[in-house]
């Protein structure tokens, strides 16, 4: 069981890892006016990902029922390896990002924070509403300035994701195990 985890923890680390990466070094290399429409885009492709990369939690959980379980799974054992497997591709995507905020893209809560303001001027804001953005702005630069706050928030943007596909994928496997057995007996 552990190899299997490993091995798709690691699929799901590398495609969300890979994915993220990607995209933020072509945010980095694109000027501040053409990042901001571009964010919005970015928030979907990072999610989709997230649910691509995590689709591999229902694969592993599949695999380890009918291969090593005899097509028989409880519903908690499915989430164990699901949590691991989430917890493993969270991790390298905290990692990955943790490097390229800190080596790559160092003046990225700047150019996000200016990306913000700029897109809620564009939709006609208040001067109000925009310093509200611009106060909110500024305090999650003060999150990312601390390892710890950096850190949780970033486990924050992608740890729900694999837990509710791990739930999803741990209810179904086990539900339909329920259906096999009662056709069979």
Not at 143 to 154: A, D, L, N, V
Request: hydrophobic share 50%.
């Amino acid at each position: 069981m552990t190899r299997l985890i490993l091995i798709f923890g690691l699929i799901a680390g590398v495609i969300v890892s890979g994915v993220m990466a990607l995209s933020m070094i072509w945010v980095n290399n694109h000027s501040s006016a053409e990042v901001g429409g571009d964010m919005e885009y970015g928030m979907f492709i990072g999610y989709a990902s997230q649910l691509i990369a995590f689709s591999f939690i229902f694969v592993a959980i599949k695999t380890f029922r009918d291969k090593y379980q005899a097509g028989s799974i409880t519903f908690w054992q499915g989430c164990k390896i699901g949590l691991i497997i989430s917890l493993i591709g969270s991790t390298m995507y905290v990692i990955t990002w943790a490097f390229i905020y800190n080596f790559v893209m160092p003046d990225f809560m700047v150019q996000f924070s200016t990306a913000a303001i700029e897109s809620a001027k564009a939709a006609g804001k208040s001067e109000a509403e925009i310093a509200a953005i611009s106060k909110e702005m500024a305090g999650y630069a003060a999150i990312y300035k601390s390892p710890f706050g950096f850190t949780f928030y970033t486990y924050i943007e992608i740890l729900p994701t694999g837990i509710l596909v791990t739930l999803i994928s741990s209810l179904i496997l086990w539900l339909s195990r329920k259906k096999q057995g009662a056709t069979m007996a």
